[in-house]
């Protein structure tokens, strides 16, 4: 089983609809996929059309076993299986800091699953926080959505500064450009020269501005149910497989 997070310090860089695509397509492709929302906004649920699981908190979460079990709900599609986010998510901080081994509750929790699934995505929140190192050393790859622009760039940094200065493992680092159009110089510069200079991997794909990502609010599907054609869903197919090539080499 292999723990994927999908990961940016900054909100609003396509984090989620990154995660809700990949795991579909990892679904589609025949793995036993689990989206775990850890985002208390729950987008990813709601995209899944998900609702958040009732008498949910911090401390269940946390205690794993056959309750965490129960919280997990199937979607509309084979082989994917979605463990919903919930609004008291934002205080797993607060909870994690009176644990023992506080770094590893979420790799306590998820080891159990690996009979289960192939793959789990986690959709994380834009922080730096207690629950970020849990995931981080849980995760066996970081996915980071990076937009080709100077503020991006400079988060970026940050993020890596942080990375080594905490002794985490470097290597976990996976980066797409996301949201980009080709019209502007400056996004242009960028995706040809930042990976040259940056630590991370950095994949060929990239993920296109587009409207229709946007309308996967309204359709409450991934874009390749409904846009299957667009630019933006090649890219997301493009993006996918060498994803996946990089797992399994």
């Known amino acids: 089983m292999k723990i994927l997070s999908i990961y940016n310090i900054k909100g609003g860089v396509g984090k989620t609809a990154a995660a809700v695509n990949m795991a579909y397509m990892s679904a589609k492709d025949g793995l036993k996929t689990l989206l775990f929302d850890l985002d208390p906004q729950g987008s990813a649920s709601y995209y899944f059309r998900v609702k958040a699981p009732k008498k949910a908190s911090p401390e269940k979460l946390l205690k794993g076993g056959r309750k965490l079990e129960k919280k997990i709900r199937g979607s509309d599609f084979h082989n994917l299986d979605i463990l919903p986010s919930h609004i008291s998510y ?4 607060l909870t994690l800091d009176g644990k023992k ?10 080891r159990p699953f690996e009979k289960d699934y192939d793959i789990i995505f986690i959709d994380c929140p834009p922080n730096v926080t207690l629950l970020s190192e849990n995931i981080f050393l849980a995760s066996d790859k970081i996915v980071i959505p990076v937009i080709p622009t100077t503020l991006s760039m400079i988060s970026y940094r ?3 500064d942080f990375f080594v200065d905490s002794g985490l493992d ?3 680092v996976l980066v797409f450009f996301s949201m980009t159009e080709k019209r502007k110089k400056l996004h242009r510069e960028i995706i040809e020269k930042m990976p040259e200079k940056e630590s991370g991997f950095f994949f060929k794909s990239h993920i296109p501005y587009s409207s229709h990502m946007e309308k996967m609010g309204v359709h409450r599907k991934p874009l390749l149910e409904f846009m299957p054609d667009s630019p933006a869903a090649k890219s997301c197919k493009n993006l996918w497989i060498e994803l996946k090539n990089h797992l399994l080499s």
């Open 90 to 93: 934002r205080n797993l901080d």
């Open 101 to 110: 081994r506080s770094k590893e509750r979420i790799n306590e929790i998820l």
């Open 158 to 160: 940050k993020l890596m």
């Open 170 to 172: 470097i290597s976990k």
